[in-house]
């Protein structure tokens, strides 16, 4: 009992690595996931993130490395000894019996007897209370969906795991159980480990996010720091998108680097520029489509970047207009712009974008600008 | 007040469409593409009682005829020679209750005694292929089917060598003293195997196995591994796993396994002929001699009827009890 202190639900894994025949699906990786937090494992299909979980959970046994809760090693556990639950994709219900059966069923491998109880609160929490007689088959996905969260979460675990549980519905009820998912979290407040591919869903709910490509982390943090500065161009692609220009470095200019876009002259804070991309003589430079402002005259602030070019497509979304703009042969940025002015570019005008130089981020040139875009990750 | 205005709208509208197409009783006929759509969803309707019939004339000629002059025979008296007159005779049902109540209970002993053994064996060797088997999987199913290829007569008769007296396997049997427990048990006798109760129930549980794992295999095949996950996830043991989630889901398997062992075993004479005496006769082998050795057909056709209705009870309350409705 004295490990259930503060520390009960903290997650360590040191050099924790995976491999399945000739095939590494996870890469040694160290990580530290704190009590009580709201973790999400963000990746596209195959980068490993699966297994992670599971090698927490103990359905997996890691090739290499450690995986300690609450300071406690588990590594050599199976999984009906590690005082985690998950709730698995797909859910896992047991097809033979009733909802009530399904949530108790926990309980009562631990040799509980009074479960009626615990079971009624719990299928309240998740607003579930007057269909604890029904077969898993005769709810909705919604509901089986809450039937697996509360049948994992009746054992108060101390870390829940969730492997991609919101994958099997659809947009309207994953937004909705996004934010019940989180109610619960802030509610009994143990630590969460939730693996997705879908990288709204991890920023909306999680506090912290472990973005993994080829079985490594490439990079951890908090929502908007991934977002306002990424690491490498997958994050930067795989989180929202980006504009990447490929940039000769000049010179630095007190706290700022000199570079030179497409015969324009620019700047970047050094400071957002990758640790060892700011010393070499080629960098690149990365710019979020709403960060840029479209417009017909040249900005009035001498200190924004500024770039040319003429539009080549734009459509219409609602709130906003996705732009093309062509900058030079072969090269295109896109553009947000909010439906604020009546007078809207039109294709073929020639614009002027600019940008404050400090919403730039600075990555290695040495690396491929495509990494998390297109059919993997979605 | 709209239903009339429909009405009439509906047949301006006939009119606009023209009378040409209107047939002999001055109603409009469909034109052709609706004709024929009519036409063919007319066949789309009837296409499952079409699909139907083989199986029905099948089961009329091949099961509800014979049965119904087997019905007629077992109450009928005669000979052979003479012809069979439909008499009304229901005391050959008695008679053959009473002459005949051991092999009857013999007959239900040892096939029940075969089903067991068999879901013993089968169940470990399916869950096995299901689970465990990975590449070997189909190899192994094929090996599981690979006796079909030699006739039952032929592979019940190889049981006779396998437990000849002088074989190693009754040697063998005898040197660990087993024959000594069975015989004190009374399916042995001496040191003989062959000729005796266990030699029966082995061939009957050797011949009819494959009945049984099949239909094992086929239920637990189906069950998500990420169910076996979900419980040991779940504080279940491995053991605990297999109780609580294999064992349920697998019941449907288990059940129609059951069935399809215990109902032909019990009809079975071909085993106890060739492998045991005339003290393991079964009822099997009681209807066989009846039919072709005293060709008395009402007796033979009596107990084949009491026979049935003994398995149909005994599987009635089985499948109520084993409570899985949606297998049949």
């Known amino acids: 009992m004295s490990k259930q202190g503060r520390d009960a639900g903290r997650v ?7 491999r399945f025949g000739g095939f590494t699906a996870v890469r040694p990786t160290d990580l530290t996931i704190p009590e009580g937090s709201f973790f999400a494992l963000l990746g596209a299909s195959g980068c490993g993130k699966t297994t992670t979980l599971r090698m927490i959970a103990g359905l997996e046994a890691p090739s290499t490395g450690r995986v300690l809760i609450g300071g406690q090693d588990v590594t050599g556990l199976p999984p009906h000894k590690r005082p985690v639950n998950t709730v698995f994709q797909s859910y896992a219900l047991f097809p033979h019996l009733s909802v009530a059966d399904n949530v108790a069923f926990g309980l009562r491998r631990k040799g509980r007897k009074d479960v009626a109880q615990p079971v009624k609160e719990m299928l309240e929490l998740v607003e579930l209370g007057h269909l604890g007689g029904r077969k898993p088959a ?15 979460l009746i054992n108060h675990p101390q870390v829940l795991l969730l492997d991609e549980p919101l994958g099997a519905l659809d947009l309207k009820l994953r937004r909705q159980m996004q934010l019940e998912l989180k109610r619960i979290q802030t509610e009994v407040g143990i630590t969460f480990v939730h693996v997705t591919h879908d990288q709204e869903e991890a920023m909306t709910m999680a506090d912290t996010i472990a973005v993994m490509n080829g079985g490594v982390i490439e990079q951890l943090g908090s ?19 980006s504009n990447m220009l490929p940039a000769a470095v000049l010179g630095r200019q007190g706290d700022d680097l000199a570079l030179d876009v497409h015969g324009v002259r620019m700047t970047l804070p050094a400071s957002r520029a990758v640790p060892g991309s700011s010393g070499s003589s080629r960098i690149v430079m990365g710019i979020r489509p709403e960060k840029i402002t479209l417009g017909k005259a040249e900005p009035d602030d001498a200190h924004r970047n500024m770039l040319r070019g003429i539009v ?28 604020r002015d009546d ?29 998390g875009t297109g059919e993997d990750a979605l | 007040m709209t239903t009339p205005a429909k009405t009439s709208d509906a047949a301006d509208a006939a009119e606009a469409a023209g009378p040409k197409h209107a047939g002999a009783d001055g109603r409009p006929e469909p034109s052709g593409p609706a004709r024929a759509l009519r036409a063919i969803t007319g066949e789309l309707r009837r296409m499952p009682y079409l699909l139907l019939l083989p199986g029905i004339a099948w089961l009329i000629f091949f099961f509800l005829v014979p049965l119904y002059f087997q019905a007629k025979m077992s109450v009928s008296s005669g000979t052979l020679d003479k012809g069979f007159d439909l008499t009304w005779t229901w005391s050959t049902f008695s008679a053959a209750f009473e002459d005949y109540d051991e092999h009857f209970l013999r007959s239900l002993y040892y096939a029940g005694a075969a089903t067991i053994l068999c879901l013993v064996l089968a169940y470990p060797l399916a869950y096995t292929i299901a689970f465990r088997a990975g590449r070997w999987r189909s190899l192994l199913l094929v090996l599981v089917v690979a006796p079909f290829f030699t006739s039952f007569l032929v592979r019940t008769l190889a049981w006779k060598t396998i437990l000849s007296d002088n074989g190693t396997v009754v040697g063998f049997l005898n040197t ?21 109760p266990l030699a029966v129930v082995t061939g009957l549980t050797y011949n009819f196995l494959p009945f049984m794992i099949l239909p094992l295999y086929a239920s637990l095949e189906r069950i998500d591994p990420r169910l076996h996950e979900a419980a040991r996830d779940l504080y279940a043991s491995p053991a605990s796993t297999f109780r609580r989630v294999t064992l349920p889901l697998s019941m449907p398997g288990v059940v129609a396994g059951t069935l399809l062992t215990f109902i032909p075993a019990s009809g079975d004479y071909i ?6 005496t005339t003290r393991e006769t079964m009822i099997g082998n009681v209807i066989q001699s009846e039919y072709l050795r005293v060709r ?7 107990m084949s009827f009491v026979l049935m209705a003994v398995i149909l009870v005994i599987v009635t309350v089985y499948i109520r009890r084993a409570g899985t409705e949606d297998l049949v």
């Open chain 2, 176 to 196: 660990l003293h087993i024959t000594d427990v069975t015989a004190t048990l009374g399916l042995t006798e001496g040191d003989r195997v062959l000729a005796t």
């Open chain 2, 296 to 302: 008395d057909y009402p007796t033979a056709a009596a």
């Open chain 1, 12 to 18: 360590e894994l040191t050099g924790l690595s995976k």
């Open chain 1, 312 to 339: 080549s497509e734009a459509s219409f979304i609602g709130v906003s207009t996705e732009y093309r703009v062509r900058i030079a042969e072969g090269s295109e940025l896109v553009v947000f712009s909010q439906n």
């Open chain 1, 223 to 241: 929502p908007t720091e991934l977002y306002e500065s990424p690491k490498t161009a997958f994050v930067a692609n795989f989180l929202g998108q």
């Open chain 2, 271 to 276: 085993n106890a002929q060739l492998l045991g």
């Open chain 1, 138 to 152: 005769q709810l909705s996905g919604g509901q089986q969906q809450r039937v697996a969260v509360a049948r994992a």
């Open chain 1, 343 to 371: 007078e809207r570019p039109r294709v073929g005008d020639e614009v002027v974008l600019h940008w404050n130089p400090r919403h730039g981020f600075g990555l290695d040139a040495g690396q491929d600008l495509d990494a």
